[in-house]
């Protein structure tokens, strides 16, 4: 109706008011009445509001993160697999801020440190010999021709014993970095 409105002539417009409810324009308490007294009938089903479409397409969206996460070609051979409280690989959740950011998410450096270990992306000599092959790539502790991710955490006599290789779980991940920035 508008649209024919504003088609039929190029100088019809509409103006807006500002009418505050403390200056109790007649019109106004008349407007609020019938506002209140108004029930909506929606035409739709209520799965089709704006709420429930939201967490549908959110959980299409976890649903296929999921499948794609557990295609290996697609996550990566360098990925490292953590596991949750109950000992089952992670899945990737956005609620209550996820099982990884309640965890992370109070030290920006912590949650860097642990994105580039996860991804083996950290600065060590396995990424500088993928990277930067000119680099040096030797582990410090001479101990070992490539100071790789597996070599850190496992094997490496320059940190500390906190990683525990039979709770390869998240929390005991997160207490090694912070005890081995």
């Known amino acids: 109706m508008l649209v024919a409105f504003f088609n039929k002539s ?5 103006n807006f008011w500002d ?30 509001l704006w709420d429930f479409s939201k967490k549908i397409e959110s959980d299409l969206i976890i649903n296929e993160w999921q499948m794609t996460f557990q295609a290996l ?9 953590l596991l949750n409280e109950e000992y089952f690989p992670i899945k990737p959740m956005y609620m209550k801020g996820g099982l990884w950011l309640k965890l992370l998410g109070h ?8 994105t580039r270990v996860i991804t083996n992306h950290a600065l060590i000599g396995e990424y500088r010999l993928r990277f930067f092959p000119k680099e040096e790539f030797k582990c410090p502790c ?13 094997e490496c006599r320059r940190f500390n014993n906190y990683w525990n290789p039979n709770k390869e779980s998240l929390q005991h991940f997160i207490t090694f970095l912070e005890f081995n920035p």
Do not use: M
């Not at 409810?21 to 799965?47: G, M, R």
């Not at 920006?108 to 642990?114: D, E, H, I, M, W």
């Open 73 to 81: 070609d697609y996550k990566g051979n360098h990925f490292l697999n």
């Open 10 to 14: 190029s100088s019809n417009t509409v």
């Open 107 to 114: 030290s920006n450096s912590l949650c860097t440190r642990a």
């Open 142 to 154: 001479r101990a070992y021709p490539i100071e790789s991710r597996y070599h850190i955490l496992y």
């Open 19 to 48: 009418c505050p409810s403390k200056d109790k324009w007649a019109h106004h308490s008349i407007v609020d009445k019938e506002t209140k007294q108004f029930i909506c009938n929606p035409l739709l089903p209520y799965k089709s």
